[in-house]
Nanobody, 119 residues
């Protein structure tokens, strides 16, 4: 079992920056693919970025060049650095951990943290 706790959300003006953190409890953090997803009001949850155990990253087109995902396996933490924020980045951001082991798929979500970008 993995528990994920996000922090770092808040209110920011357009063009500003925020850094989200997701602290994971449980075993084998380094073996999980970690990701950030977001859900805006009235919209479906969407992928923002993922990072594999080998530090390979993937980003949604809408955040490429502005957001950076990283992980610190020693701290069991994944980060999302968000720069040049836009109003359309406003959403609840969720941390995700997933892996497949011994034929079983493990998938965990955090409770979410609100990010609001507005002038």
């Amino acid at each position: 079992q993995v528990q994920l706790v996000e922090s770092g959300g808040g209110f920011m003006q357009p063009g500003g920056s925020l850094r989200l953190s997701c602290a994971a409890s449980g075993r084998d953090f380094s073996n999980y693919v970690m990701g950030w997803y977001r859900q805006a009001p009235g919209k479906q949850r969407e992928l923002v970025a993922t990072i594999t155990s080998g530090d390979n990253t993937n980003y949604a087109d809408s955040v490429k060049g502005r957001f950076t995902i990283s992980r610190d396996n020693a701290k069991n933490t994944v980060y999302l650095q968000m720069n040049s924020l836009k109003p359309e980045d406003t959403a609840v951001y969720y941390c995700n951990a997933r892996r497949r082991a011994l034929g079983t798929f493990f998938n965990y979500w955090g409770q979410g943290t609100q990010v609001t970008v507005s002038s």
